[in-house]
């Protein structure tokens, strides 16, 4: 998937006004001797832009219009470090209430609905956003923001509530409440529209089997927007990405360069309208593809697939990009293996073999197993790994987070 000429002649516009602007970012530009682009090269030998860059520029140097054009700000606050500010013009608030009205729309959500909006209000983009896109849908909002349960649970039965935005973890907890307290034939909910995180399958079936709806996974993060700039159809093959809006591209994060679609890589992002605070480039280090061919929904609007992970954790072998959650995706469709697993990369004999080691029980034929698994990540991942079947508790546990890749090629 290529820059197309509109998406050039918008991007060329952001340099320029950043540039003019002489901001943070435009500094950065010019020094780099950044004017514009013209084409397709030009656009890929831009420059990458960084969390850290953002947080070099706290508080407001990012701004890239007269202050009396900001009307808000919100801000994203990392576990560590200075906080990102993202200041936002009347135009972009507008925008972004446009792009999430799509997304409701794209999930048949209409103006008679009525949506319960659990996350939180304030600095950050997640409450207010979903608020927005519903009053431009002209739907009825229950602003709610988080916690408080049995008020939750009071007004999705008074209000009749039908569509629920919540976190995949609250939309579990009020799934498991509303079964607990045996409510259910006085919940009116239809659809969830759920912000987009890790979640696993099983977790997203038991959320949609016990509440009885459809899910939705709407994607974005505070430094381009904030949640709505893609969300997934009814065909739930992947989440449309506004490209009107935002230019999608997928990299080796190692190398940097685009990868071809369908293979996974970091997602990476350039606003092409925004005024408040434009980006060029930003690495999310979100880990996704490009899902490549066409929606059966007949939308041309690209998609990406549930993100993988964080592109810190990506694993490289035989010019495969993998990453761990791939192989614990395969190894749950295996009722006799644990949930325990370790990679181990090596050079050896002037080859790179990889080893998966995987537990199971005494009864189950471990040579029979290993060729299975073998086959099952050759044809999901792409390469070949030895297999390697143990006793359950002989891999190591700890009470951290378990070290599953273990990589001495370079050691
Ligand atoms: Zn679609």
Redesign the pocket.
């Known amino acids: 998937m290529k820059i197309n000429e509109q998406q050039l002649k918008l991007v060329d516009r952001q340099i320029k006004r950043l540039v003019a602007a002489d901001n943070f970012y435009g500094a950065k530009l010019k020094k780099e001797g950044i004017e514009g682009v013209e084409t397709v090269e030009d656009f890929l030998k831009l420059p990458f832009s960084h969390k850290q860059d953002l947080r070099d520029a706290y508080p407001l140097g990012l701004m890239a219009v007269p202050e009396e054009e900001i009307v808000r700000i919100h801000s994203s606050s990392g576990t560590t470090g200075t906080p990102v500010i993202i200041p936002y013009t009347a135009k972009d608030v507008d925008d972004w209430a446009e792009m999430f009205k799509r997304c409701y729309e794209?999930a048949g959500i209409t103006e008679k609905d009525r949506i319960q909006i659990t996350p939180g209000y304030g600095l950050w983009t997640a409450g207010i956003g979903f608020q927005n896109g519903a009053e431009k849908l002209k739907a009825m909002a229950v602003p709610m923001g988080p916690g408080n349960t049995d008020k939750q649970l009071q007004f999705m039965m008074d209000m009749k509530t039908t569509v629920l935005c919540a976190t995949s973890s609250y939309a579990l907890l009020l799934a498991e409440e509303i079964e607990k307290r045996g409510i259910k034939d006085k919940v009116y909910l239809k659809k969830g529209v759920i912000g987009s995180e890790r979640w696993g399958e099983k977790m997203r079936k038991r959320i949609s089997t016990e509440l009885g709806i459809e899910l939705y996974d709407i994607y974005g993060l505070t430094e381009i927007y904030g949640p709505g700039i893609g969300i997934?159809?009814?065909?739930d093959?992947?989440m449309?990405i506004w490209d009107d809006y935002v230019y999608l591209e997928i990299i080796d994060p190692a190398t940097g360069e685009n990868v071809p679609d369908g293979e996974f890589g970091e997602i990476v992002l350039t606003t092409l309208v925004k005024e408040g605070a434009p980006l060029i480039r930003y690495r999310t280090h979100d880990i996704s593809r490009i899902i490549p061919g066409e929606?059966?929904?007949?939308?041309k609007?690209p998609?990406i697939d549930v993100i993988q992970g964080r592109s810190d954790d990506m694993v490289k072998f035989k010019g495969v990009n993998f990453f761990p959650k791939q192989i614990e995706e395969i190894l749950a469709l295996y009722p006799e293996v644990s949930s325990e697993y370790q990679i181990r990369i090596s050079h050896l004999e002037r080859r790179d073999t990889l080893r998966l080691y995987v537990e199971t029980t005494g009864d189950v034929d471990f040579m029979q197993l290993s060729k299975k698994l073998e086959a099952a990540v050759k044809s999901k991942i792409g390469f070949t790994p030895i297999v390697k079947v143990v006793e359950v508790g002989v891999l190591p546990r700890s009470e951290k987070k378990t070290k599953r890749v273990i990589d001495e090629r370079y050691e």
């Not at 997934?232 to 065909?235: I, S």
């Open positions: 794209f997934n159809c009814k065909y093959q992947g449309h929606c059966p929904c007949g939308s609007f998609r």
